[in-house]
């Protein structure tokens, strides 16, 4: 059974920092593509980052681009986000998501998810 569980997620002012960790298990880690969505409340689910199987590719969306880093150790099965400068508009429910093959921006077309972690930014 494949499980992504998010954590590392919290209140924090505006201008800090918060380390998101996905730790994945019941697949072959390295063999998926990595994505973190994030959902604020009555908007759409939206695309944040994404990371390939090996590492070597990352893609940002253009509002966290520069302050969010994406990565992941694959001998520890896990992804991570990095978010500097938090924005109160940065405020959602962070998801990962795992996708077999090549990496994508469209959350449809992940396979599994996790079950979320909040992150508030205070202004």
């Known amino acids: 059974q494949v499980q992504l569980v998010e954590s590392g997620g919290g209140l924090v002012q505006a201008g800090g920092s918060l380390r998101l960790s996905c730790a994945a298990s019941?697949?072959?880690?390295?063999?998926?593509?990595m994505g973190w969505f994030r959902q604020a409340p009555g908007k759409e689910r939206e695309f944040v980052a994404h990371?390939?199987?090996?590492?070597?590719?990352?893609y940002y969306a253009d509002s966290v681009k520069g302050r969010f880093t994406i990565s992941r150790d694959n001998a520890k099965n896990t992804v991570y986000l990095q978010m500097n400068s938090l924005k109160p508009e940065d405020t959602a429910v962070y998801y990962c998501?795992?996708?077999?093959?090549?990496?994508?921006?469209?959350?449809?077309?992940?396979?599994?998810w996790g079950q979320g972690t909040q992150v508030t930014v205070s202004s």
């Open positions: 998501a795992a996708k077999i093959g090549r990496v994508t921006t469209t959350p449809a077309l992940y396979n599994y």
């Open positions: 019941g697949l072959t880690f390295s063999s998926y593509a």
């Open positions: 990371i390939s199987w090996s590492g070597g590719s990352t």
